[in-house]
Each structure stands twice: as C-alpha cells, then as structure tokens.
C-alpha cells in the first residue's frame, strides 16, 4: 500500500512502514506542509498495530538537508520567520514519535543529512549509512542553536567533548568517520543500502515488538534515572514482556530446541 501525502510517501509492507521524504529537488528539506506530513506519517505508524518496524529515509541525492531555509526567509523578510512554532509544532514531535516509537526505527541515511535532517537520523534506533552520505549539524553556520533533540541525542551517542565540537565548528561528518564516532550503525556502498535496510527491516518486524518497545523504554529512562530507579524500572518492564505470548511462545520453542515465531504481542 502506497499513499502520497504531500511530499512525504507512506508504503507499509510486510509489517514495515517505510516513510520517504520526497522533495529530491529541495535536498528533502522541510517546508511546512513536509513537516506537517512527516510528522503525521510517524504518528500514523506508532498508532498501527499492524506496524512492527518504521524506516525513515529520503529520494534523490539526500536523506534531508533540515528546514527549508528558502521558505524561512520568506518569512524572515515578511516579519514572521520565528523558529519557536514550527519547532513546538514540528520538530519536538517529530523526535519523540521517533524515540518513543513502541517498535524500532530505522534511519536509512542516503544521501547528507543536514540539521534537523541529521538530527531526526540520530533520534533512530539504527542508523544504516550509505557510503557517500555524511552529516552535518549545521545550525551554528546559520547562527542557530540546535533543534530536533540534537542537543539530547548527540551527545549520548559521540560524548559531550565531541557533540560540543560537532556543534559550534560544523562540517560534514562522511561515512567512514561517522561509524569511527558511533553515529552510523552501519556503512554500506551506497548500492547496497536499500537491500541492507531491508534485510534488518525485515529481522526487527518479525522480532518480539513488545520487548523491542520495553528496551528503547528502559534505555530512555535509565539515561536520566539512578541505578535503583532504573532496577524498579526495569522489573515493571520485565513483567510486561514476561506476560507476553511472544516470551511463551520463545520460551517453549527454546526447551522444545525450535526457533520462535513472534506474534509482535
């Protein structure tokens, strides 16, 4: 099933929903009907049962260069280009649809990723990289503080030392480097990227989605909570899965030596 919306695509396939940005001749840069469409792309997955993996990825030449900076002068010049809107309305659930997706997400980065662009591939659970694609946080080049959960994302995943240089000096991260860093999962040649992504799409759709949801919970709350609240975190969690027909079905199938089919429930 494939549905337009603006320029964003929305395929769901075999239990992987697959949202493409499609603005190849703007970078995927996000104007404000991307941005409300994408947005809605991601909600619209979280709240399908019938979803069990989402992949985020662009057309063309670019995962997404960020917002579209052509439109935000329009506004600037006419008096109304203040980010904070568009960055409450936007932006902010955007990352939080994608972190708190009850199941994984999957950046398949094909191309630059640019400000939000990069920031929304961080916010993913996997990052598969194409070979010439790269990153770059460049808010502070057009005199801008960060946006798109950068701030929270990046740093978790590079150290505060280099998300602080990452930051205020921007330049493209590439490929190679960026794996060096820990921000790609995965650097493919770029004419692998669309089959390695789907390979793994695949594998995670036909996982335990319950426990999938249970660990990007437990992760996220342990990054801010101590020790003794993430245990009692982490013991709510574990009844959850454990009353699950996925942990049944795993368990028998562990004592009776066959491999688990997962229901996603």
């Not at 280099?162 to 000096?169: D, N, P, R, S, V």
């Amino acid at each position: 099933m494939t549905e337009p919306a603006s320029s964003v695509t929305y395929e769901l396939s075999d239990a992987v929903a697959t949202i493409t940005l499609s603005r190849p001749e703007s970078l995927n840069s996000f104007d404000e009907a991307t941005k409300v469409a994408f947005r809605d792309a991601l909600h619209s997955a979280a709240a399908d049962d019938g979803v069990r993996c989402v992949v985020v990825t662009g057309s063309g030449r670019a995962f997404s260069a960020g917002q579209d900076l052509k439109e935000h002068i329009s506004g600037l010049r006419g008096g109304d280009g203040s980010l904070s809107s568009t960055v409450e309305e936007h932006f902010n659930p955007m990352v939080l649809a994608i972190t708190q997706m009850p199941k994984p997400v999957i950046a398949a980065v094909n191309g630059i990723a640019a400000g939000a662009g990069a920031s929304i591939a961080f916010a993913a659970d996997f990052r598969i990289v194409g070979a010439s694609a790269g990153f770059n946080l460049a808010f502070a080049g057009i005199a801008l503080s960060a946006d798109t959960g950068a701030s929270w994302t990046l740093q978790r995943l590079v150290g505060l030392p280099k998300a602080t240089e990452m930051l205020m000096l921007p330049r493209t991260v590439r490929a190679e480097e960026a794996a060096a860093l820990g921000l790609a999962t995965q650097v493919v040649p770029d004419e692998e990227l669309a089959e390695t992504v789907r390979e793994l799409a695949t594998r995670l759709a036909a996982g335990p989605t319950v426990a999938y949801a249970s660990l990007k919970r437990a992760l996220a709350f342990s990054a801010t909570h101590s020790l003794p609240e993430s245990l009692s975190n982490e013991a709510r969690l574990m009844a959850l899965t454990g009353a699950t027909e996925d942990h049944r079905a795993a368990v028998e199938a562990f004592v009776a030596k066959e491999k688990p089919t997962f229901v996603g429930r």
